[in-house]
């Protein structure tokens, strides 16, 4: 959640605080009862700041998870590193008696993740070839399987990353949609608001406060509580004035 979106979402949480202050013009949603046009409106308001904020979680999340400091990849990468040193060391060792083992060679240390999956794939079925000898001169009889099994674990952390980042994409989509719409009714309630507080200029304005998204720093909080209220011209409504 950006900069902006975070001020957005700051300016719902004011308004469901300010409804929630204001019962009388806004009532809550309180199940099996009647609910006025502004309590639906707030109930909606309600699910979407909740949708905003568990898609903004999700976000941080998400971000963690899409990182290798945040799996753990790199000590997965190590580790099949040195299930593929220990074949290629034996067969390195075997070149010159047993034609054709010099074929099993470690892949190049600067090596993409994926190359060194396909070069692993690659030689563990190359391997299986010379399998008795290699066991006959001091791998494990189950180093395939032990192979098999570094191979298989960062696939799985790959594939773990690449979920991470589609994860931020739609958590990124809902929080822009969750705040689009609610500010859509917020709009809508203060049509309502407006009218019914048409009277009472101070309240007003306060709405009007909890509603705005804020920038950081401008100082708005602070001249709004230290400015009067504005008192409208009556003119010649009130009796015994005329308009100049």
Known sequence: ??????????????????????????????????????????DTLNTLVAQATAAATDQGVQAKRSTLGGSDESSLRRQLRAELRAVT?????????????????????????????????????????????????????????HLAAAVSALKVSIDRRGAARAGIV??????????????????????ALTKALRNEPAR?????HAQRVTLKGTGTVTALLVSPPTVPDLGSDVPGTRAA
């Open 1 to 42: 959640m950006n900069n902006q979106q975070q001020r957005k979402l700051q300016a719902l949480r004011r308004v469901q605080a300010w409804c929630a202050a204001n019962p009388q013009l806004v009532p809550a949603p309180v199940p099996d009862t009647a609910w006025s046009p502004l309590t639906r409106q707030l």
């Open 89 to 145: 060391q034996v067969a390195q060792a075997l070149h010159k008696q047993v034609p054709g083992i010099g074929i099993l060679k470690m892949p190049s240390p600067t090596i993409t993740v994926e190359g060194l999956l396909k070069a692993a794939d690659a030689l563990a079925t190359q391997a299986s070839t010379y399998e008795t000898v290699l066991v006959a001169h001091g791998l494990a009889p189950d180093f395939l399987a």
């Open 170 to 191: 739609s958590a990124t989509r809902q929080v822009r949609v969750s705040l689009a719409l609610g500010r859509q009714y917020v709009q809508i309630m203060d049509a």
């Open 204 to 208: 007003l304005t306060e709405w009007k």
